[in-house]
């Protein structure tokens, strides 16, 4: 396995309206030839991507989800030495060249409420989470010019869940106050999906298909969130499943069209769950679906893909992971996020395990771009930019 290189710079933390350098020990590729860069070294989990008039905008999950202790059981440090620790429900990222970042402070971030259905009754908050629970959010442009933005978070209402498991999740919705990707967004009052009995809703990601010109949001059951333990909570017998559904939604992004229809689902090979789901259809109007199998807490946790002629499938898998531990260097690669560059090419972010000095093992996000022929993908270097230099916070 080619080793990890590269030392990112220690740096004091500056004021929220200051750049400065993040503070993290990240690790990337070892090669100049590798397909990918480290983007930003910080906790940037569950990227997704979108490119719009020349800037790149990259959306996370909250900076407190998922630290997790270093192998010697050094303990996590996170909501001590992280800026703004669990305060942004999600965070945002830009870039002009896809190679420099800058992680959008406080003040800019895109969605400052959750909706109605998360708030939390004061009797109930004990067994609630104290900071945001909010992950993977994903945004599609409307026919009006205006953004929807699509995420997970813990309901307010009282749920009865495993221990050791993650608080179930429900899918939420909001939109943008003006025509730009960067928000302001405003959450609706209500969740748009929660099936909660099945483990919640989490990873949502918007697609409007080029052929028909319909909306639509693809997402996952969380059905390892009630597994009977393991890796992920569903490594035990019986093996939950995690399906990945398929729901179309009117053209204001917020009203469903009909059932969602499960696309995929996971299988034996695939440890406790399938999750993730991106959908893309290429020129040769083939449908990628894009997923992360494994568990994200160990290097299990990998990217692999599917491929139909119909979007509702059936999709067919490709036998070899896309992206894997080793691979580069990396280690748990997976939850990506994927955009056309407005050049006709494809652009791809991800996130990977690094470690972040006294914070914890945290999940960085990386880079590439993609490249498709016939029924496969391959990731490649993008060599119209530069090597990267840093990147900074506002």
């Not at 009797?123 to 995420?151: C, E, L, Q």
């Not at 302001?184 to 099945?198: D, F, K, N, V």
């Not at 017998?237 to 689902?265: A, R, S, W, Y």
């Not at 945290?362 to 840093?390: I, P, Q, W, Y």
Request: contains cysteine; glycine residues 10%.
């Amino acid at each position: 396995m080619l080793l990890l290189a590269g030392i990112i710079a220690t740096a004091v933390a500056l004021s929220l309206a200051e750049h400065h350098r993040i503070r993290a020990v990240g690790q990337g590729p070892d090669r100049r030839s590798a397909p990918i860069r480290l983007a930003i070294a910080s906790n940037f989990p569950d990227p997704g991507l979108w490119y719009d008039n020349g800037t790149y905008y990259a959306f996370a999950t909250t900076n407190a989800a998922g630290v997790l202790r270093y192998p010697s059981g050094k303990p996590s440090n996170a909501s001590e030495h992280t800026v703004n620790f669990g305060l942004a429900n999600v965070q945002m990222a830009t870039s002009r060249n896809f190679v420099d970042w800058t992680v959008a402070g406080l003040n800019a971030q895109p969605l400052p409420a959750e909706g109605k259905w998360t708030r939390v009754p004061e009797a109930a908050k004990v067994n609630h989470p104290s900071i945001s629970s909010t992950w993977a959010p994903a945004i599609i442009r409307r026919a009006d010019g205006k953004f929807v933005m699509y995420y997970s978070a813990a309901p307010g209402f009282r749920v009865h869940y495993r221990v050791n498991h993650p608080h179930p999740h429900c899918l939420g919705a909001a939109v943008s106050t003006d025509e730009s990707p960067a928000g302001p967004y405003e959450p609706l009052a209500e969740s748009i999906a929660c099936p909660w009995e099945q483990g919640g809703a989490i990873d949502p990601e918007a697609f409007r298909d080029p052929k028909s010109g319909r909306l639509y949001l693809v997402y996952k059951i969380d059905g390892n969130n009630i597994g009977s333990g393991g890796a992920c909570g569903n490594t035990f017998f019986p093996i939950e499943k995690t399906p990945i559904m398929l729901q179309e939604m009117e053209e204001d992004g917020l009203t469903k069209v009909g059932d969602p229809v499960e696309i995929l689902t996971n299988e034996k090979q695939d440890g406790p769950l399938v999750e993730a789901p991106v959908l893309v259809q290429t020129k040769e109007g083939i449908y990628f679906l894009f997923f992360s199998s494994g568990c994200t807490r160990l290097p299990t946790y990998a990217l692999e893909y599917a491929t139909a002629t119909n979007i509702t499938g059936p999709y067919t898998r490709v036998k070899d992971k896309l992206l894997k531990t080793g691979d580069w260097g990396l280690e748990a690669p997976g939850s990506v996020g994927i955009s056309e560059d407005g050049k006709g090419g494809w652009s791809m972010a991800f996130h990977a395990r690094v470690n972040d000095g006294d914070i914890g093992r945290v999940r960085a996000m990386f880079t590439t771009k993609l490249k498709f022929e016939g029924r496969s993908v391959s990731m490649m270097r993008d060599n119209d930019t530069v090597t990267l230099r840093h990147h900074h916070y506002s």
